[in-house]
């Protein structure tokens, strides 16, 4: 069972910056990141192909870049420029398979998921 591991999140006051990083414990396929705030459905962040080709949400292309270490198991987000609406559990999950990147902001192409790391951006 691989088990993914975020790390990095915090505090910070809009405009500021902060890494978020997901380590996994075994090979796995592609990778993204996903972000629920309260009240609000999970949804996609970032994912990055084998290619490393990338896709962002609209809402962060611009401001967030989404990286792999090789060996691709270490998964990371800069975030830039961040905004209150930011505020959000980010998660890491991972899939089985690789996927080009039009299907990495889809759930249902992931099987593992982290446990989160809190980002809170105050204005």
């Known amino acids: 069972q691989v088990q993914l591991v975020e790390s990095g999140g915090g505090s910070v006051q809009a405009g500021g910056s902060l890494k978020v990083s997901c380590a996994a414990s075994?090979?796995?396929?592609?990778m993204g990141w996903f972000r629920q705030a309260p009240g609000e459905e999970r949804e996609g962040v970032a994912g990055?192909?084998?290619?490393?080709?990338?896709i962002y949400a609209d809402s962060v292309k611009g401001r967030f870049t989404v990286s792999q270490e090789n060996p691709k198991n270490t998964l990371y987000l800069q975030m830039n420029s961040l905004k209150p609406e930011d505020t959000a559990m980010y998660y890491c999950?991972?899939?089985?398979?690789?996927?080009?990147?039009?299907?990495?902001?889809?759930?249902?192409?992931?099987?593992?998921w982290g446990q989160g790391t809190q980002v809170t951006v105050s204005s």
């Open positions: 999950a991972a899939a089985r398979a690789k996927w080009e990147w039009p299907f990495l902001l889809r759930e249902g192409i992931y099987t593992y």
């Open positions: 075994g090979n796995v396929g592609s």
């Open positions: 990055i192909d084998s290619g490393g080709n990338t």
